[in-house]
């Protein structure tokens, strides 16, 4: 099968994630971070398990995105 314009195919759009021009980016607020330090606390794992455990572990445990993890790992040190 041929696959062309007439099948709604478009060589010059990309192709890949990579050929794309921009990039999709997040940054969590500090309210993220702070909320998910919080609950942590009060979680029976602790603070142990946000400076240790697997982050795709801890993102779904707390309902965050693994980058939360990532900056609360940093605020904590």
């Known amino acids: 099968m041929f696959i062309g314009p007439a099948c709604g195919y478009n060589s010059s759009m990309p ?3 990579l050929d794309r021009d921009t990039r ?3 940054t969590p607020t500090d ?3 702070d909320s998910l330090i919080d609950k942590a606390k009060k979680h029976p794992l ?3 398990y946000i ?3 697997e982050t795709d ?3 779904s445990t ?3 995105h693994a980058f939360v993890v990532d900056s609360a790992r940093e605020k904590l040190g």
């Open 15 to 17: 192709t890949s994630q």
């Open 24 to 26: 999709v980016t997040y």
């Open 31 to 33: 309210e993220e971070i």
């Open 46 to 48: 602790g603070l142990k």
């Open 51 to 53: 400076k240790e455990g």
């Open 57 to 59: 572990s801890i993102a």
């Open 62 to 64: 707390f309902a965050v």
